[in-house]
């Protein structure tokens, strides 16, 4: 079993940045894609950005142009950075981590807890 630990998440400003991470441990073989999903109070979930082991990312259109997904492989970390925030991007993010097509589908098996964002004034 695979467990994860988000953080980085909090009120923000709108305008202002931040860096989520999510740090993975348990019973690790080889972790394929690591992403964030966030949603909102209300709201759909949606699909915000995932990187594969190898470095290859995907964009959901949500936050397409303020934000940078990586990864280091050595500490099976993830990392969303996040610029330009606006109060739409209020929500609860939440680490994924499976086979890629799973995370992207939505279907993936190792959920975070989530992280709290909130930008306001």
């Known amino acids: 079993q695979v467990q994860l630990a988000e953080s980085g998440g909090g009120l923000v400003q709108p305008g202002g940045s931040l860096r989520l991470s999510c740090a993975a441990s348990?019973?690790?073989?080889?972790?394929?894609?690591m992403g964030w999903f966030r949603q909102a109070a209300g709201k759909e979930r949606e699909f915000v950005a995932a990187?594969?082991?190898?470095?290859?990312?995907y964009y959901g259109d949500v936050m397409k142009g303020r934000i940078t997904i990586s990864r280091d492989n050595s500490k099976n970390t993830a990392y969303l950075q996040m610029n330009t925030l606006e109060p739409e991007d209020s929500a609860v993010y939440y680490c994924?981590?499976?086979?890629?097509?799973?995370?992207?589908?939505?279907?993936?098996?190792?959920w975070g807890r989530g992280t709290q964002v909130t930008v306001s004034s």
């Open positions: 994924v981590v499976d086979q890629v097509d799973k995370l992207l589908a939505g279907t993936g098996r190792n």
């Open positions: 990187v594969t082991v190898t470095g290859y990312t």
């Open positions: 348990g019973s690790i073989l080889r972790i394929d894609a």
